[in-house]
């Protein structure tokens, strides 16, 4: 299995230097660009603490900027209308995170909506599901679970990406930071854009991990 690491995001490179694409100290950014910024701040960590969010806001902000960088296939809705379902199983902090981070907002005018599951069997109705660590006795139901189903599946334990998952949140350095599954992510249906692996951790290319 091919791994490939990548370099710190912008905030993470030291001594003051900007990185290769990040701007200049000391000027301001277009107002288009401020959004993206956050997004990345968020996503990628800061070696330097910027970012002090508690863990259970930070998770769900991970898994709402998730959904912005993937594109399911069209099979995966109903229909025009459907809504995106962000699903959690385990940890209710995070689900009452996604449901306030979520109300009112959409993603590719799609309508966002968070469910609780009872167990891993009801996530072939799910797009984005996070599995909590309290959870990890039912990553062997995974694979089985979510077959033939375009579900970005998200987890926090070393052994997620083994088992089939396609994201994996881990702590590094005292930062959340991700590695991603292409393998996972191919069966899936899902298409993760570039600029998402660019602040991956690590990205897997093969088999578990």
């Known amino acids: 299995m091919a791994i490939l690491r990548n370099q710190p995001a912008c905030g993470a490179q030291g001594r003051g230097r900007p990185g290769p694409g990040c701007p200049a100290g000391?000027?301001?950014?277009p107002a288009r660009w401020l959004g993206l910024v956050l997004t990345v701040i968020i996503l990628?960590?800061?070696s330097s603490g910027q970012v002090s969010l508690p863990e259970r806001q930070l998770k769900a902000a991970f898994l709402y900027n998730f959904a912005k960088f993937?594109?399911?296939?069209?099979?995966?809705?109903a229909g025009p209308a459907d809504p995106l379902r962000f699903c959690v199983l385990g940890d209710d902090l995070v689900g009452e995170e996604l449901d306030r981070l979520l109300r009112g907002k959409t993603i590719a005018n799609r309508p966002l909506v968070a469910r609780r599951l009872k167990g891993v069997a009801e996530a072939q109705h799910c797009h984005v599901l996070f599995i909590?660590?309290?959870?990890?006795?039912?990553?062997?139901?995974?694979?089985?679970?979510v077959r033939g189903a375009s579900v970005l599946t998200v987890g926090e334990n070393n052994t997620f990406i083994a088992w089939g998952g396609?994201?994996?949140?881990l702590l590094e350095d005292e930062q959340l930071r991700f590695e991603?599954?292409?393998?996972?992510?191919?069966?899936?249906?899902?298409?993760?854009?570039?600029?998402?692996?660019?602040?991956?951790?690590?990205?897997?290319?093969?088999?578990?991990?």
């Open 132 to 145: 909590a660590a309290e959870e990890q006795g039912r990553m062997r139901e995974l694979p089985g679970a």
């Open 26 to 29: 000391g000027r301001s950014l």
């Open 44 to 46: 990628a960590g800061t």
């Open 70 to 77: 993937v594109e399911w296939p069209g099979d995966a809705f």
């Open 166 to 169: 396609v994201i994996n949140l």
């Open 180 to 209: 991603v599954s292409l393998r996972a992510a191919g069966e899936a249906r899902l298409k993760i854009s570039s600029k998402l692996l660019a602040l991956a951790r690590a990205v897997h290319t093969g088999g578990g991990g």
